[in-house]
């Protein structure tokens, strides 16, 4: 986990984005009701996240850089009767030695706080629309403060959306966040891999998924980042299947996009093989077509370049590649002008990751795209997807879906690709899932021969 000096680094940027005389106030998340007094398990909001590194619902970071208390956080009291039924508190003080701010206070003193720290204040920060109840309070105290007797207060005259400006702070990825998102890539690669040496056809779609779970929760991190998918067959074709119920059949290929959180920060990884562990020769095909433009995206993932010149780089692999196979047909400028491979490559190349698995910050600022810089990670992950009923694709590719997907940390030379561990070469793949094969019949058990007589 970051040090405090990271967490006050992170607030002392921010601040340096807000108008003199300004307040930001940041909520915490709040738990949610999954069934009558049950709640799902806890997810912090990751901008209170990243300036804060506290990881308990309903507490409140106010800063304010024109006051000689410019941080202030309120965090839940400690209280051993709650404590005994819901699990442990922070404190005031665990929260400053885990966040760095200097004056921390019980929550239940922020309503006879906060109207003094809006009162005088001409700027307000805040992410509006996103917290209602904290919102509706919110504005109560503004309400409060411009009615005051005699006009003796002021509420702050101009509001501000807090998410643009720490949104882009959060684009740039620091040395610390790094080393996290590498060790969140590492526990994916791992299970990953255990997958591929796992599948074989009879097994439960669901089965696979448990497994990655498994591995994500062993090595320490707190479970999947997202949904995974494990979707085998013609189930590969929708996006964003979370079912994962199906029997996985000899003869199909199986697509999981699955990745860890660790300490907060998602990995992304897909991998597209075959179940019996060989590709046919019309999966192969499709395969190395997606990833020849995965590689050629690869190629323009550099300072200075950006996500739409990568994915025109990918839909030109993808383009001449359907024409040889005969799955379009004319010329590759024809196609290319009618972007007739988005048919098939159905969604974009590629999003930030970080805190969240579609991360926060812009793609573009006056519809021109952001240029690539050290310190930005992003997903790459072309695809191809034939529905099981396109009677305009030749029959052997017909029910396909394949994408392979990585996650790639900007580097002032190119990119480095921290999710390379998973083989992705067909070679690769069917050398890793042979060896869980045989790893299987090594370790199955032998019946002696007494069982062995008993058996005739």
Not at 274 to 284: C, I, L, Y
Not at 292 to 308: D, N, R, W
């Amino acid at each position: 986990m970051p040090q405090a000096a990271e967490y006050q680094k992170r607030r002392q940027a921010f601040m340096q984005s807000m108008n003199s005389q300004g307040v930001a106030i940041f909520p915490a998340a709040s738990e949610v009701i999954r069934s009558r007094d049950t709640h799902f398990p806890f997810r912090q909001d990751s901008d209170f996240f990243y300036l804060t590194g506290i990881n308990e619902p309903d507490a409140v970071l106010v800063l304010m850089p024109d006051t000689e208390t410019p941080e202030v956080l309120f965090v839940l009291p400690r209280d051993a009767h709650a404590e005994v039924w819901h699990g442990r508190r922070l404190g005031c003080d665990k929260a400053q030695e885990i966040s760095g701010v200097s004056h921390c206070y019980s929550l239940d003193t922020l309503d006879v706080q906060l109207p003094d720290f809006l009162n005088g204040s001409e700027h307000l920060y805040f992410a509006f629309d996103q917290f209602p109840k904290f919102e509706a309070d919110l504005r109560e105290h503004l309400r409060n403060l411009r009615s005051a007797p005699k006009r003796t207060k002021t509420a702050p005259a101009h509001w501000h959306d807090s998410r643009p400006h720490v949104h882009q702070q959060r684009l740039i990825k620091s040395e610390a966040e790094i080393a996290l998102m590498q060790q969140a890539a590492d526990i994916s690669v791992t299970a990953h891999k255990r997958a591929m040496q796992s599948v074989q056809p009879g097994v439960f779609e669901y089965q696979i998924d448990a497994l990655l779970s498994h591995e994500f929760m062993h090595q320490g991190g707190s479970g999947p980042a997202y949904g995974s998918i494990v979707g085998g067959g013609e189930n590969a074709c929708i996006l964003h299947y979370t079912a994962n119920t199906d029997v996985l059949k000899d003869g199909d290929l199986l697509l999981i996009d699955a990745g860890c959180e660790y300490q907060g920060y998602a990995a992304d990884i897909t991998r597209t093989f075959p179940v019996n562990g060989k590709f046919s020769r019309a999966q192969r095909a499709i395969y190395e077509l997606v990833l020849a433009a995965q590689e050629a995206a690869f190629a323009l993932i550099k300072p200075g370049s950006s996500l739409p010149k990568a994915q025109d780089a990918a839909v030109k692999v993808l383009t001449e590649g359907l024409l040889h196979l005969g799955i379009l047909k004319g010329s590759v400028q024809q196609h290319l002008d009618e972007q007739s491979c988005r048919r098939f490559f159905i969604h974009g190349l590629g999003h930030w990751l970080g805190l969240d698995v579609h991360d926060v910050g812009t793609y573009q600022t006056d519809g021109i795209p952001i240029k690539l810089q050290p310190g930005m990670v992003l997903t790459i992950e072309p695809g191809l997807y034939f529905a099981p009923d396109d009677d305009s694709v030749p029959e052997q590719y017909r029910g396909m879906g394949i994408r392979i997907e990585d996650d790639l940390l900007v580097t002032k030379d190119g990119y480095c690709n921290l999710t390379a561990g998973v083989p992705k070469s067909v070679e690769g793949i069917e050398a890793l899932m042979a060896s869980g094969h045989r790893d299987r019949a090594t370790t199955r058990p032998q019946r002696n021969e007494d069982s062995q007589r008993a058996s005739r």
